[in-house]
């Protein structure tokens, strides 16, 4: 089994920035795809940002030179910095990835998730 567990969410002001992490632990063999979708209200949840294995990432346009999805294969954690945060960037962020327990079979996991609120 594997968990994802999330840190960072919070409030901050428009114009702020943020950090979330995510670390993955448990019977992991490898992990391929890494990423942060999100959930506002009333809206369905959307891909953020992804970043696969050898570092190649993706961004939803409407964080695209905002936001910085990086990850740290030695500790299986994926990080997501938020900076000219928006109200509309309001929503859950929930961490995502597939993951190889040795079965050679990859698995896909959801964090909790994590609140981020941006209200002056």
């Known amino acids: 089994q594997v968990q994802l567990v999330e840190f960072g969410g919070g409030l901050v002001q428009p114009g702020g920035s943020l950090r979330l992490s995510c670390a993955a632990s448990?019977?992991?063999?490898?992990?391929?795809?890494m990423g942060w979708y999100r959930q506002g209200p009333g809206k369905q949840r959307e891909l953020v940002a992804a970043?696969?294995?050898?570092?190649?990432?993706n961004y939803a346009d409407s964080v695209k030179g905002r936001f910085t999805i990086s990850r740290d294969n030695a500790k299986n954690t994926v990080y997501l910095q938020m900076t000219s945060l928006k109200p509309e960037d309001t929503a859950v962020y929930y961490c995502?990835?597939?993951?190889?327990?040795?079965?050679?079979?990859?698995?896909?996991?959801w964090g909790q998730g994590t609140q981020v609120t941006v209200s002056s």
């Open positions: 448990g019977s992991i063999f490898s992990i391929n795809v």
């Open positions: 970043i696969t294995s050898e570092g190649r990432t």
């Open positions: 995502n990835t597939d993951v190889d327990d040795g079965s050679s079979r990859f698995r896909n996991y």
